[in-house]
């Protein structure tokens, strides 16, 4: 199983991303999304999640209005969208996949992209 990560890169406050998570070896439908991240000296934190067929998600309050998470299961990838970002949203972004319901528990998860960084510049 290989999630890979992209779209992160240097950005200016108030700017936009589109990260992507492309996931293989195994059915991407069956399993739910999260995006998490985590800015150096941090813990791991929750960003989002998507149910298994994308008919629900939730947001961390942090980004809740600025982000928006989605899933394209014929194309085995998911989405984060962030708009008007903040330099506390400087962080590596990783995907993770779970069977069964969405979580915002990052431990619940059992596979894990290698991440893409994100800087927001001030």
């Known amino acids: 199983v290989q999630l890979q990560a992209s779209g992160g890169g240097l950005v200016q406050a108030g700017g936009s991303l589109r990260l992507a998570c492309t996931a293989s070896g195994l059915t991407f439908g069956s399993y739910a999304m999260g995006w998490f991240r985590q800015a150096p000296g941090k813990e791991r934190e929750f960003v989002a999640i998507?149910?298994?067929?994308?008919?629900?998600?939730h947001y961390a309050t942090s980004v809740n209005g600025r982000a928006t998470i989605s899933r394209d299961n014929d194309k085995n990838t998911g989405y984060l969208q962030m708009t008007s970002l903040i330099p506390s949203d400087s962080a590596r972004y990783y995907c993770?996949?779970?069977?069964?319901?969405?979580?915002?528990?990052?431990?619940?998860?059992?596979?894990w992209g290698q991440g893409t960084l994100v800087t927001v510049s001030s």
């Open positions: 993770a996949l779970k069977e069964g319901s969405a979580n915002i528990d990052a431990g619940a998860y059992t596979y």
């Open positions: 998507i149910s298994m067929k994308g008919m629900s998600t």
